[in-house]
């Protein structure tokens, strides 16, 4: 839950920390300052600032997630869970910068990944097939919706009315 330079701040804090504990030959503090700063390190891989990010976006403030998810170097190095929060997020600010390809394949890798609750799950698939129909792709909309069905249990009537738009835009054609 820290920025980049966050995480530095206070590895550099522990960093300093540890070398006056081993200066004063305390190591129990020695430990506990290398497994804090090995705690920092590895939530910068494996975690990321996706809850920051997630929550500037939550705010409608897709400048500061973008900026927060452009912090992250590689992508494919997060947790299951963070990367597809990840590209579901980054799906969402490509939809609102207008970018539908980039989008479209940022959903398309958010889905394959677990989600918050099913009904992000399936609003990844859902902007999948809308992004489909707006292209002239049906038959991927198809598939895509059809992958909705799974989930059908678990989604709000919002996401209801959604997926029953798109339907009926696929109908037409």
């Not at 929060?85 to 970018?99: D, N, R, S, V, W």
């Not at 809308?130 to 989930?151: F, P």
């Not at 249990?153 to 339907?167: F, H, L, P, Q, W």
Request: include cysteine; charged fraction near 25%.
């Amino acid at each position: 839950m820290f920025t980049k330079r966050a995480r530095i701040l206070v590895t550099g804090l522990f960093v300093v920390l540890l070398s006056v504990v081993l200066y004063m030959h305390i190591y129990p503090l020695a430990a506990v300052s290398v497994m804090f700063i090995v705690l920092l390190v590895w939530g910068y891989f494996k975690q990321g600032p996706i809850v920051l990010a997630a929550k500037h976006f939550h705010n409608k403030d897709y400048r500061g997630a973008e900026r927060l998810l452009s912090e992250v170097g590689r992508p494919e190095w997060l947790s299951k869970r963070r990367r597809g929060f990840y590209e579901f997020i980054y799906g969402g600010i490509c939809l609102q910068k207008k970018e539908y390809e980039e989008a479209e394949r940022h959903y398309e890798i958010a889905a394959q990944y677990p989600l918050r609750s099913a009904n992000d799950h399936v609003a990844a698939l859902v902007h999948v097939a809308n992004i489909n129909v707006r292209n002239g792709n049906y038959d991927k909309a198809r598939a895509y919706l059809q992958l909705t069905e799974k989930h059908k249990d678990n989604i709000t009537a919002k996401m209801k009315d959604v997926i029953d738009r798109v339907e009926q835009e696929l109908r037409k054609h």
